[in-house]
């Protein structure tokens, strides 16, 4: 999934496309979910939303999206999975990415707040959820695999068709 972000972050390694803050204002009038992480600014518009299968966002910018697809009327089903990963693992792989333990720190803290609100389920949007999955994120294939099960399980018959069509043919 693509988003528009300005973070100082590998362009080879990151499925983001970089902008300048000058370059976020052109943007305004077409931002379906706007956050500000730590001073780096995060977006999807709308074209992309209405063109992803998926789409990894935090809890916060999932209801944004959300109350954003309702007030659109936009003809999409957003089916919420929340990845728990443990701290440590977190961290490293923060690290790893060419980011500094501090950095990584900063970014914890200042999303805590929404992650123990989902924990809690104080969120209303939450709520209505009939069913948020869950994943323990311990070994990235295997989670990625539960990812793609629960996925597949939750397509129409002619979304499931067109899938394996797909596989087929490749």
């Known amino acids: 999934m693509i988003q528009y972000t300005r973070k100082d972050e590998n362009e080879h390694t990151s499925d983001h496309i970089f902008i300048s803050d000058e370059d976020v204002k052109l943007f305004k009038g077409k931002m379906a979910v706007y956050t500000e992480i730590n001073g780096h600014k995060y977006f999807v518009t709308k074209d992309i ?16 999206l959300a109350e954003y697809v309702k007030r659109k ?12 990963i443990d701290i ?14 501090k950095e990584f720190w900063d970014r914890y803290i200042s999303e805590t707040e929404q992650f123990d609100k989902f924990e809690e389920g104080i969120y209303e949007y939450y709520r209505k959820c009939t069913y948020v999955y869950r994943i323990k994120n311990v070994d990235f294939h295997y989670s990625v695999e539960q990812m793609k099960e629960y996925i ?5 018959l002619i979304e499931k068709l067109k899938y394996n069509l797909r596989r087929l043919i490749k």
């Open 152 to 156: 597949y399980n939750h397509l129409s």
């Open 73 to 84: 009327n936009l003809k999409i089903e957003l089916v919420p999975i929340y990845i728990e």
């Open 49 to 64: 939303i209405m063109n992803s299968d998926l789409y990894v966002i935090d809890p916060d910018g999932y209801h944004m």
């Open 88 to 101: 440590a693992d977190q961290e490293r792989r923060y690290i790893a990415r060419g980011n500094t333990r």
